[in-house]
């Protein structure tokens, strides 16, 4: 009886399932991620750098604080000087999803968005981290071709219910004769 019941559901696999057929093979995303937990301020700036040549928009946005609940500080944005007057005065972080996907959309597939830190400074201190540095952004855009974008910029950062690092407070400042990121954001933004 033993031997008869091992038959039968030997039997009853091998014919009742498809364990033997081939399947369709899965193909592999487009979607490119590099993003790591934040568990330092360096790490939000990596990651940041790492959004824009995966283009990834999902990564992008979680450098940023989203508020309530996760953290107690909904994300601000200071435009530079030159476009201050002309930028939008309800900016927030859907604003900033808005733009970053615009971007992504109207950039050569083939050619990464490059985006460079110098100077840079960490202030860290009891409940948040102060950023400063310079930046150089290459952008190749599908209707002028290959754009540079400098500046400086201030994040503050601060760490959410999770105890990640996020960017809670963005100040962008032109340079002299350079289109500062502020006017990347408002071209792409529209």
Do not use: H
Not at 164 to 169: D, E, H, L, P, T
């Amino acid at each position: 009886m033993k031997i008869f019941l091992q038959i039968s559901t030997l039997v009853f696999l091998l014919i009742g399932c498809d364990i033997f057929e081939t399947r369709d093979p899965e193909f592999p995303s487009n979607t490119r991620s590099s993003y790591k937990t934040p568990v330092v301020p360096d790490d939000v700036i990596e990651n940041l750098i790492n959004s824009f040549s995966d283009k990834n928009s999902d990564d992008y946005k979680k450098n940023f604080a989203l508020g309530p609940p996760l953290v107690n500080r909904d994300f601000f944005y200071l435009p530079s000087g030159n476009v201050l007057s002309i930028f939008p005065n309800d900016w927030n972080i859907d604003s900033e999803f808005q733009y970053f996907n615009n971007l992504v959309t109207r950039t050569s597939e083939d050619l990464p968005i490059v985006l460079t830190f110098s100077n840079e400074f960490f202030d860290l201190r009891a409940d948040s981290s102060i950023y400063t540095a310079d930046y150089f952004f290459t952008v190749a855009d599908l209707t002028v071709g290959t754009r540079i974008f400098e500046g400086s910029l201030k994040f503050t950062m601060v760490t959410d219910i999770n105890a990640a690092w996020v960017i809670c407070y963005w100040e962008d400042v032109a340079k002299t004769g350079s289109t500062s990121w502020s006017e990347l954001k408002i071209e792409f933004y529209l």
